[in-house]
């Protein structure tokens, strides 16, 4: 219980379309325009608005190659470790400026770091580990404090609202998604970004990598099965609410609300090492989040009703050992 794909995908369409050679006899070019202008109309946006990358670290690197500079990336602790290591390998001692108790974004509290007078400025909506969204206000507000606004909604599709809509009324706007996560294309990555036309320019000018063709041809794969996938998030979605309702029934783990595939519980009994080392004796694996300001907290990713359950007797066991 501690992956972040959704674990009802990838479609079977994707197998399928693997495995037949005629999709590798296209031309990698043409199978990559053709997925942008499928994307494109999807979500009403001009080709020239959207590019794609090996994975959200490609698009992520380029951006960071593009517009970043020695003290201008602010990212949001507590959240995704790997984004500031991806930072600190590309030689950039990025800003961070601390969320408030609650994990949002509290622009106005005393205390907090200045912003850069160019700042690139990479947030993740819904966050990882706390599945924290960010508001359309605290965006508008953000990005006015910023050179470019990088939203990375790699976990979004399981109930934040998109913030998408933005970047056709702001042009320093750049929204992220990928295929890694809700279509289950872990091992064929894909990501997508929105922007302004320039943007978009200038984010291909500083990508190192191609996109694989397999994954452009699994990305078609699942477009062409959007019904499945999206009866596939549904179903993680209700799970999700099961899990949150169970672990508030059983008052050790602390459900905090959360619009990912995943809930942060703070533990009430025990601790991080023996509940997780229990855990993992009785074949259930959870995250353990690194950051400092989230010690004594667990992960916990909504997979299926029998590992909910299973979770469940395992909680109601450790019990009077905590």
Same mark, same amino acid.
């Given at each position: 219980?501690?992956?972040? =794909?959704?674990?009802? #995908?990838?479609?079977?369409?994707?197998?399928?379309?693997?495995?037949?050679?005629?999709?590798?006899?296209?031309? #990698?070019?043409?199978?990559?325009? *053709?997925?942008?202008?499928?994307?494109?109309? $999807?979500?009403?946006?001009?080709?020239?608005?959207?590019? !794609?990358?090996?994975?959200?670290?490609?698009?992520?690197? =380029?951006?960071?190659?593009?517009?970043? $500079?020695?003290?201008?990336?602010?990212?949001?602790?507590?959240?995704?470790?790997?984004?500031?290591?991806?930072?600190?390998?590309?030689?950039?001692?990025?800003? /961070?400026? &601390?969320?408030?108790?609650?994990?949002?974004?509290?622009?106005?509290? &005393? *205390?907090?770091?200045?912003?850069?007078?160019?700042?690139?400025?990479?947030?993740?909506?819904?966050?990882?580990?706390? *599945?924290?969204?960010?508001?359309?206000? +605290?965006?508008?507000?953000?990005?006015?404090?910023?050179? /470019?606004?990088?939203?990375?909604?790699?976990?979004?599709?399981?109930?934040?609202?998109? /913030?998408?809509?933005?970047?056709?009324?702001?042009?320093?706007?750049?929204? /992220?998604?990928?295929?890694?996560?809700?279509?289950?294309?872990?091992?064929?990555?894909?990501?997508?970004?929105?922007?302004?036309? +320039?943007? !978009?320019?200038?984010?291909? =000018?500083?990508?190192?990598? =191609?996109?694989?063709?397999?994954?452009? !041809?699994?990305? %078609?794969?699942?477009? +062409?099965?959007?019904?499945?996938?999206?009866?596939?998030?549904? $179903?993680?979605?209700?799970?999700?609410?099961?899990?949150?309702?169970?672990?508030?029934?059983?008052?050790?783990?602390? &459900?905090?609300?959360?619009?990912?595939?995943?809930?942060?519980?703070?533990?009430?009994?025990? +601790?991080?090492?023996? !509940?997780?080392?229990?855990?993992?004796?009785? *074949?259930?694996?959870? %995250?353990?989040?690194?950051?400092?300001?989230?010690?004594?907290?667990?992960?916990?990713?909504?997979?299926? %009703?029998?590992?909910?359950? #299973?979770?469940?007797?395992?909680?109601?066991?450790?019990?009077?050992?905590?």
């Amino acid at each position: 219980m501690d992956q972040l =794909a959704n674990p009802y #995908a990838p479609s079977l369409r994707v197998l399928e379309a693997l495995s037949s050679e005629g999709h590798f006899r296209r031309p #990698a070019q043409t199978v990559a325009g *053709g997925l942008i202008e499928r994307i494109a109309d $999807r979500e009403g946006f001009a080709p020239d608005w959207i590019t !794609i990358g090996s994975g959200i670290d490609d698009l992520l690197v =380029a951006l960071v190659r593009g517009y970043g $500079r020695s003290d201008n990336v602010v990212l949001f602790p507590p959240t995704d470790m790997h984004t500031q290591t991806l930072v600190g390998r590309l030689g950039f001692d990025p800003v /961070l400026v &601390p969320r408030s108790s609650q994990f949002t974004l509290d622009l106005d509290r &005393p *205390g907090l770091p200045p912003f850069p007078p160019v700042a690139l400025s990479i947030v993740q909506h819904p966050n990882d580990p706390t *599945g924290t969204p960010i508001t359309v206000q +605290d965006a508008v507000r953000l990005v006015r404090r910023s050179r /470019l606004l990088v939203i990375d909604e790699r976990h979004g599709g399981y109930g934040a609202r998109s /913030l998408l809509p933005l970047v056709r009324e702001f042009d320093r706007i750049i929204v /992220l998604r990928t295929f890694e996560t809700w279509a289950g294309l872990t091992s064929l990555p894909l990501a997508v970004a929105f922007g302004a036309p +320039d943007a !978009i320019a200038r984010i291909r =000018a500083e990508q190192l990598l =191609a996109v694989p063709t397999a994954s452009l !041809i699994a990305a %078609h794969a699942t477009l +062409d099965d959007m019904r499945v996938i999206e009866s596939g998030l549904m $179903r993680v979605k209700d799970e999700k609410a099961r899990l949150y309702r169970m672990l508030r029934k059983l008052n050790m783990l602390r &459900p905090l609300p959360s619009w990912a595939n995943f809930v942060l519980t703070q533990i009430e009994r025990g +601790d991080t090492v023996t !509940i997780r080392a229990e855990l993992l004796e009785r *074949g259930i694996v959870v %995250h353990a989040p690194t950051h400092p300001e989230l010690d004594g907290t667990l992960r916990i990713s909504a997979t299926s %009703h029998e590992a909910t359950a #299973a979770l469940r007797s395992a909680l109601i066991e450790l019990a009077p050992m905590l």
